[in-house]
């Protein structure tokens, strides 16, 4: 990819004033309900949500994210309450009641404080409307269902689980979600990002022609290994090393890539359906994953998108995405190119106070999906966005079995897949059935 030779801001379907505005709500509902043949208009979102009733959330899952996302709650709108906490360990329920405290003023009580498999269950069950979902992936369909089973709205977490079956179960508890008039909004946050979003309607309105195919990237430096401390279960062991074992997290494919494989299938309007790829493990030093994937993934017309995840020290490392068109090509985030390297449009960035550009957008997307989830619940217009976060997880997971098998995998075989991964029982304890040993491609499981 050569680099940009000029960054002349020719804007030639105009910038985001002219592209218009849909009103304060819905992402995934305006991106996907307007017919692709019409002009796309962005939605402007709220900087705030409304006010209204009191909205209780629990949170489930406290490590960083999870408090992250309790942090984002608190800080959408007035009268936003965190009430609730659940993790399988006390620690990280101590770490973010610490952090609630010290930085937001909230104050969590010992009996709204849930250690343990269950734990889940006792935060749906207490005084709560939202439930925030931010646990161990492999647990997050389990939590889904039960969180819409109660009727609760959601905000959840990527990936949408680790295994085909989980997966589908998020398929079919967003539908459930959706007949009772819940809102879901899913921790996609580039779809909740506004130049993500300008990117897209300058996209959607013919910037770069036919889309054609997309290359898309997560390659960064090795995770830290969290070594086995006395007293410690196989169980406790795994899950607090759970970055680095697949039946936890999908592997790199699930937890990295999703991110950059939701925007290509946002951007495409639909996902791939048959992914051949490979992988390998070199240097990693727990687990069972792999260190690095190569994956070609093919839609139905035979367009494709090339994605490559690796953790691995002292390489290059990139993050991004890039459809190409056939007028030119983008990097999704904030520009779009002619064939020339020429900038032809660039996203217009807030001023600061001092009058300089900022590099980012004004919120802080984080921030604007759980605004976004507020106002459609003191809006009454509900927002569901686990089918899009199910279908580019599963997009992944498709990829990943490919490379572990050395086979072509396709959508069709997600579908039908009854590969679910993890233990055998869920309890502290031994844990026999998952070994630490990554998979060989061209032999047969097990062997």
């Known amino acids: 990819m050569s680099e940009p030779k000029s960054h002349s801001r020719r804007e030639f379907l105009g910038n985001i004033t002219s592209i218009g505005a849909f009103g304060a709500l819905g992402a995934t ?18 900087e705030r949500a409304p006010d209204g009733p009191v909205l209780k959330a ?42 609630l405290k010290e930085q937001r003023g909230v104050e969590i009580p010992d009996e709204n404080c849930f250690t343990g498999f269950d ?25 889904f269902e039960a969180a819409v089973q109660a009727r609760k709205h959601v905000f959840l977490e990527k990936p949408a689980g680790t295994d085909p079956l989980g997966i ?21 946050q580039r779809r909740h990002q506004l130049d993500y979003i300008s990117t897209y309607g300058m996209v959607r309105n013919g910037a770069i022609g036919e889309l054609v195919s997309a290359n898309c990237y997560w390659n960064r430096n090795a995770q830290a290994v969290t ?60 687990g069972d994953m792999y260190d690095f994937f190569s994956v070609d993934f093919s839609f139905d017309d035979r367009k494709s ?15 991004e995405e890039i459809i190409f068109g056939t007028k030119g090509y983008t990097n ?29 957008v004004a919120i802080s997307p984080y921030d604007q999906e759980i605004i976004n989830l507020v106002t459609a619940i003191r809006t009454n217009k509900p927002i569901n966005e686990a089918q899009e976060l199910a279908a580019s997880t599963l997009v992944c997971t498709m990829g990943r079995e490919s490379a572990y098998t050395g086979n072509e995998a396709t959508w069709e075989d997600m579908m039908n897949s009854n590969l679910t991964l993890g233990p055998a029982r869920l309890e502290m304890g031994d844990v026999p059935d998952v070994k630490p040993v990554p998979p060989v491609p061209g032999t047969p499981p097990g062997a």
């Open 119 to 143: 734990a889940y269950k006792k935060v749906i069950e207490s005084d709560v409307d939202v439930i925030l979902e931010a646990s161990v992936s492999y647990f997050r369909p389990k939590h």
């Open 29 to 46: 509902s305006l991106l996907s309900s307007c017919s692709r043949n019409s002009k796309y208009e962005v939605p402007v979102f709220p």
């Open 168 to 188: 589908r179960s998020v398929m079919a508890t967003g539908k459930m979600a959706e007949a009772a008039g819940l809102s879901v909004v899913a921790g996609t």
């Open 227 to 286: 070594p086995r401390q006395p007293g410690w279960c196989d169980m406790e062991a795994m899950i607090r090393d759970r970055a680095n074992w697949t039946w936890q997290t999908g592997d790199s494919l699930l937890n990295l890539l999703v991110h950059n494989v939701d925007v290509v299938c946002w951007f495409f309007g639909k996902h791939p359906v048959r992914a051949t790829g490979f992988g390998g493990r070199h240097r990693r030093q727990s």
């Open 58 to 99: 629990g949170l489930i899952g406290c490590g960083s994210r999870g408090t992250g996302a309790a942090f984002n709650f608190i800080d959408a709108g007035p009268n936003l309450q965190i009430t609730a906490l659940a993790d399988l360990f006390q620690d990280r329920i101590d770490n973010c009641r610490n952090n």
């Open 332 to 360: 999704c985030h904030n520009r779009i190119f002619d064939y020339g390297g020429n900038v032809i449009w660039e996203y217009q960035y807030p001023l600061d106070a001092e009058g300089r550009q900022l590099n980012r």
């Open 305 to 319: 998108i090339h994605g490559t995840t690796r953790e691995i020290d002292g390489c290059h490392n990139k993050v």
